[in-house]
């Protein structure tokens, strides 16, 4: 079984102006790298950087981030 946490980032910033990733990272004090992986879904963030990003976009948490438990 595996568990996975996906994400609306991209999607998001293209919304908003097509923010570029770095934009968003200085906005929430993390790397680009860092935005990077967590878009490409190969880090999960921090409950702390999951909250700023999803105040970035003025949307709740679950509609920027989604946990999928796989069976």
Same mark, same amino acid.
């Given at each position: 079984m595996a568990n996975v946490i996906t994400n609306?980032?991209?999607k998001l910033r293209f919304e908003h102006n097509e923010m570029t990733q770095q934009k968003l990272a200085d906005t929430v004090s993390v790397s680009r790298q860092t935005i990077v992986? *967590?878009?490409k879904g190969k880090?999960?963030?921090s409950l702390e950087v999951a =909250?700023? *990003?999803s105040n970035v976009f003025a949307q709740p948490i679950n509609q920027?981030? =989604?946990y999928l438990e796989e069976v």
């Open positions: 609306n980032i991209r992986a *967590i878009e880090y999960s963030p =909250f700023k *990003i920027v981030f =989604f």
